[in-house]
């Protein structure tokens, strides 16, 4: 069933509740999405991942699902949804739904009656399991901090929840429970959607009791169950949420003759500028050199095995522009194009997520108050309790915290930078006035002008998305290069990873060949130098 098209495709990643508000309530929502469709066709992308969408409490932005065939009520109707679908459809863009199948909310129907007794058949779709020594059944710690148990007094059991307590985890062991998650699936794909973002998808194999949560044995079984009763009987694509994978473990997801997903997220990249053995608030310095030793090995480990998903941005990370490049007014849009130029010429299907295409930058806060995300409070208060000082915990936060990607979309110099007639759900970045879309269109020059290049090469070139790859050494810490072959052509992608002149010397048979792409203008020193940011991608007929 699967013609592969995922594999040219580029995937644009919107958070809903900041894209586009309609309906004046602050909150971003589908006839948003709707309005915008002709900017994305513009932009040349193939499909929109959506986060989620369905009814949800929101104590975890959406992801805690209170009714998987629902829409909530913020976001509007399944009448909406199924009119975005048809309209994105009329501009050849798919939809794919982000699906959260490792927990559900605690308002959700299942567990509501999960709670009210042993005997209750939906009791058995959760993980329960009795006090130890009239305490928590083990060690096992929730993501968010603190333990992964919450106990139930009428009940006398607890039930486990690897994230925060309203998401308690179901129990993928349980027959009747996976045939509900099942026929929910087919509900959707049979709508016409064009697949799904599987949530934390490698934790629906944990074994509880050896407090095993990523990657469990019984994993890949359920997975290639999933393929067999759902979406692989649909020409879709899947990808899951793997923080903990690494190329052996993806090659296993994604490797075609194992019908499981057609690739993975997976976070070794993103996990380069936090101290090693901690957590993501502890930060260090990024190395070039250490992102360009993990980007080359993804990319060579899993050539002709299976296929990578490439993504700097999405709702859950910083800004990379304010993390890797320079959210300086001087180099704020060469930086971008740099990062954009570097990863969009490897193999793997690109990720763009909503405002990366017009260089949207990190919020920065002053205090506390300021924050929404969940994630970030309960780390400040913890830290906050264990001696940190503000300043740290408040740096660390302006660093990763999960806010920066939430802020509004900024569409234009209106009030609200064009997101809402009223007072968003987040406060708006104070830089609207100069990057916003409406600005990256006029501007010929733009970022935005850069991602469309990007994705119309990727169209043409198939080189890109079946060529080899090779390292090219550049004798420079700070300068990374690579190259994409086939039979055909080569193309030779270089990148200055900093904010001062570089010395490079492009290999003299390379200087006269077709220049693809440029971040800077022609000088007469380009081929000996790179000046901050630079980078260029030419093109070699053999």
Not at 288 to 302: C, D, G, M, R, T
Not at 464 to 471: A, C, F, M, S, T
């Amino acid at each position: 069933m699967n013609s592969q098209w995922w594999k040219q495709a580029v995937i644009y990643q919107i958070y809903p509740r900041s894209f586009q508000d309609s309906s004046g309530d602050g909150i971003g929502d589908l006839n948003g999405i709707i309005q915008r469709l002709d900017y994305l066709s513009y932009l040349g992308i193939d499909a929109l991942w959506l986060s989620p969408v369905y009814a949800s409490p929101n104590d975890d932005n959406g992801y805690d699902i209170s009714d998987y065939e629902a829409i909530g009520p913020e976001y509007g109707t399944m009448a909406d949804m199924d009119r975005l679908i048809e309209e994105a459809d009329k501009r050849d863009i798919k939809i794919i739904m982000d699906l959260v199948v490792n927990h559900t909310s605690d308002e959700h129907y299942w567990f509501q009656e999960a709670l009210k007794g042993k005997e209750n058949p939906y009791h058995d779709f959760y993980v329960w399991r009795k006090p130890v020594a009239g305490g928590l059944p083990n060690g096992l710690k929730s993501n968010f901090g603190g333990s992964a148990w919450t106990y139930v007094p009428h009940l006398d059991e607890y039930y486990l929840h690897l994230h925060s307590k309203k998401q308690p985890d179901l129990n993928w062991e349980n027959p009747k429970m996976k045939q509900a998650i099942w026929d929910m699936m087919n509900f959707w794909l049979a709508k016409g959607i064009g697949g799904f973002r599987l949530d934390v998808i490698d934790l629906i194999g944990k074994e509880p009791d050896r407090e095993i949560t990523q990657n469990g044995p019984k994993l890949h079984e359920l997975l290639q169950e999933m393929n067999r009763k759902t979406f692989g009987n649909y020409d879709v694509v899947t990808v899951g949420e793997t923080w903990g994978a690494t190329p052996e473990v993806a090659e296993l997801y994604s490797s075609p003759e194992r019908d499981e997903l057609s690739m993975v997220f997976q976070f070794e990249h993103i996990n380069l500028d936090k101290q090693t053995g901690k957590r993501k608030w502890d930060l260090k310095a990024l190395d070039p050199q250490e992102l360009h030793a993990v980007f080359s090995k993804w990319q060579i480990q899993l050539d002709k095995k299976g296929w990578n998903s490439l993504f700097w941005n999405n709702h859950d990370l910083p800004r990379i522009i304010s993390r890797w490049g320079n959210d300086s007014e001087d180099y704020r849009v060469i930086s971008g194009k740099m990062l954009a130029i570097y990863l969009h010429f490897m193999q793997g299907t690109p990720y763009i997520y909503q405002g990366e295409e017009i260089g949207m930058i990190n919020y920065p806060i002053k205090e506390i108050q300021e924050v929404d995300d969940v994630e970030s409070l309960r780390m400040y208060n913890e830290r906050l309790e264990q001696g940190y000082p503000v300043e740290e915990l408040i740096q660390s936060i302006n660093a990763k915290g999960r806010d920066n990607a939430r802020h509004p979309m900024q569409w234009d110099t209106q009030l609200n930078a064009g997101f809402s007639t009223e007072k968003p759900w987040l406060p708006v970045h104070l830089n609207y006035l100069k990057v916003n879309a409406e600005a990256a269109l006029a501007d010929k020059d733009s970022l935005f002008y850069t991602y469309k290049q990007l994705i119309r090469l990727r169209k043409q070139l198939n080189v890109i998305v079946n060529g080899e790859y090779q390292v090219v050494e550049t004798n420079n810490p700070l300068v990374l290069a690579y190259q994409r072959m086939d039979e055909k052509e080569v193309l030779t992608i270089v990148v200055n990873f900093s904010d001062t002149v570089q010395p490079y010397q492009l290999p003299m048979q390379l200087m006269n060949h077709e220049m693809l792409i440029h971040n800077y203008p022609e000088n007469p020193k380009q081929w000996e130098q790179l000046s901050p940011y630079e980078a260029y991608a030419v093109r070699q007929i053999k």
